[in-house]
């Protein structure tokens, strides 16, 4: 009768180990099989698997319930290939085999390696330390080479992650890109107009799982796609979620940008995750199809900074939820429902009161204030379309060489002062050794120069900025007055347009208010540019002092 009850350990990792065919699951089976054919006195009783793990940590699932099956006495010996299927961290794997296996009286072998615990010239400990740690080495070498691999593919602009985010898949002829799934992108840009639209994150989610649409992780799921565990649906039955929406509306990947390296572990050994910072992940501009326009997720983001309050039961967003301040004391204006013989009347009011300190509190008709808001937008669209059109006539180049002429004399400036302050930083130490000067004054001098080559540099880079923004104004003024020509035909007031064109409202008093618009800035210089080329017309002189923006009308 066998006099121990054995379990043959196989494992293989994701990569390393994939490389060599003796390492297989079927080679080691096979190599582990006919050893104990070979040997009478062990039977194997069960096998462990752990295809896919890693050998530096030991919580892998089939040596765990290979460990249970050991301290309850249903196994007393552990058969593998070699030591580095056991494992490959030098410490843990010492542990094991000096202190845990002969405290519950297991015998191991590993066969390759000539281990036999049994035998005492087989399992002697320096032969077992020596293979150990080459096992640990070997590890941290494969380790090494592939965060150095992974990092090169990520500064190239590849992508290297296993499972891509909802509304993208692999490139079939390229796995290191992707590209658009169709039936999930269209659900993503589904998702971000009925935001644009005024929908909140959680009428968002009701209403895709009143259509029967799949969440994320049950799209992947049921179309065979890699997933990771958990992913944007973390609802426990894979149902849509606000938080799964939200995270769909605060990812830049649907505009093209790819960004990756945003976490790392400390090393091979702890796989505790270290969240990066935003400035340190990597970054690639353009390197896959967009599935939403960067304005509309521009805009989006603006959303999400504002009031976005619903009525208890509504599925929409107040019209100038977020945008109205209180031209008295700068608070939030609110949104009130009164009814009157059965008539409902909708104002917009200042909640801080006099008695909280409000002086002059303002409350307003929603119909008026709608209606005023239209027109004076209306008025500001036709402007930005006749400055855009304008500047199309003259020649921006040569209206902008005296400016791109000015920021280079400014540079040369700047270049000639930092070489100097170098040529006397560089001269203070001979003067300190031949006693011109004290070792207090070539200290003072030393921190005085390099301020001034600091303050120098950095000039230098703002003024560069500047130039590059001159050069390529043409390609910004393209895209800002986009943004209002969109709306040129618009002859009713929604949320988009007033979310998309507006950045606040200050209300005055009940026929006096502020509309400050997006890209007022922009609009201020093309106008500045027209006055200096001798092009801007009277219809628009009207508005140079009001610059930024600044409409007024009665409600």
Known sequence: ???????????????????????????????????????????????????????????????????????????????????????????????????????????????????????????????????????????????????????????NGDYVGACPIYGYRKDPENRNHLVIDEDAARVVQDIYRRRIDGASAQRIADELNQRGIPSPLAYKISRGLPHPKGGFADAPDSKWSAQTVIRI??????????????????????????????????????????????????????????DTRTAPKGDKVYLFSGLLICGCCGGRMTRKTNTVNGKKYIYYHCPTGKKKGCDHPVMLKEVDLSACVLKSL??????????????????????????????????????AKAEQARRFKSMLYENMINGLITKEEYRYNKDLYTTQIDEAQAAIALLRDEMDKAVNNISDRLRWTQHFKEFSTMTELDRR???????????????????????????????????????????????????????????
């Open 1 to 155: 009768m066998p006099k121990y009850k054995a379990d043959e350990y196989l494992r293989v990792s994701y990569a390393a180990d994939r490389n060599e065919e003796s390492d297989s699951i079927g080679n080691q089976k096979k190599l582990i099989e006919d050893f104990v054919a070979a040997h009478p006195d062990i039977e194997i009783v069960s096998e462990g698997i752990d295809d896919g793990y890693s050998g530096v940590l030991f919580d892998r699932p089939a040596f765990q319930e290979m460990m249970n099956d050991i301290m309850a006495g249903k196994i007393n010996c552990v058969i593998v290939k070699d030591l580095s299927r056991l494992g490959r961290e030098y410490i843990e794997t010492g542990r094991y085999l000096r202190q845990i296996f002969p405290a519950y009286g297991v015998r191991f072998i590993s066969i390759n390696d000539n281990i036999d615990t049994a035998n005492e010239r087989n399992g002697d400990d320096l032969n077992i330390s020596m293979k150990n740690l080459l096992n640990d080495m070997y590890c941290h070498d494969i380790s090494v080479k592939t965060r150095s691999a992974l990092l090169s593919k990520r500064k």
């Open 249 to 306: 509306l605060q990812e830049e990947t649907y505009t093209g940008v790819l960004l990756q390296g945003k976490q790392e572990t400390h090393n091979h050994k702890i796989k505790d995750i270290i969240k990066k910072p935003p400035e340190e992940w990597i970054r690639t501009e353009n390197a896959h199809e967009p599935i939403i326009r960067k304005r509309d997720f521009d805009l989006v983001q603006k959303i999400a900074g504002l």
């Open 378 to 415: 209306q008025a500001h669209i036709r402007y930005v379309v006749s400055v855009d059109e304008l500047l199309d006539s003259i020649d921006e180049e040569e209206t902008n060489r005296e400016l791109i002429a000015g920021y280079k004399a400014q540079i040369a400036d700047n270049q």
């Open 497 to 555: 347009a007033v979310i998309a064109l507006i950045q606040s409202i200050h209300v005055v008093g009940k026929d006096d208010f502020e509309i400050t618009y997006r890209y007022h800035m922009e609009y201020e210089e093309a106008v500045d540019k027209l006055a200096r080329a001798g092009k801007l017309p009277p219809s628009l002189m009207p508005l140079i002092p009001a610059i930024p923006a600044a409409a007024k009308g009665a409600v």
